[in-house]
């Protein structure tokens, strides 16, 4: 059973940096990892994915340069380092894994079959 719990988030201001966590257990056979937002009222949207195996990064073009996914030696949590927010990446941000994504679902949430419960982050202006 593949669980996954997300911290780290919280209010700051634009220009700001917040590093988001997910703990991870049960996720050893994944194959990618992922950090997808969603705005109220909307689909959940691809921020970035880690290949488990190989570690190959994939990034949605809004946060390129940005942000930046990684994961720790134990390869227990998955990181967001997110630098120079903005007012936009305003969002409820979920952590994925997916046991069977292929490259092309990478940015895809129907890619992932195991999903956090969330955590929210709001940058102000």
């Known amino acids: 059973q593949v669980q996954l719990v997300e911290s780290g988030g919280g209010l700051v201001q634009a220009g700001d940096s917040l590093r988001l966590s997910c703990a991870a257990s049960?996720?050893?056979?994944?194959?990618?990892m992922a950090w997808f937002r969603q705005p109220p009222g909307k689909e959940r949207e691809f921020v970035a994915a880690?290949?488990?195996?190989?570690?190959?990064?994939y990034y949605a073009d809004s946060v390129k340069g940005r942000f930046t996914i990684s994961r720790d030696n134990s390869k227990t949590t998955l990181f967001l380092q997110m630098n120079t927010l903005k007012p936009e990446d305003t969002d409820v941000y979920y952590c994925?894994?997916?046991?069977?994504?292929?490259?092309?679902?990478?940015?895809?949430?129907?890619?992932?079959?195991?999903w956090g419960q969330g955590t929210q982050v709001t940058v102000s202006s």
């Open positions: 994925a894994a997916g046991l069977r994504t292929i490259l092309s679902q990478v940015s895809n949430p129907s890619g992932y079959g195991y």
């Open positions: 049960g996720h050893a056979g994944s194959r990618y």
């Open positions: 880690f290949r488990w195996q190989g570690g190959h990064t």
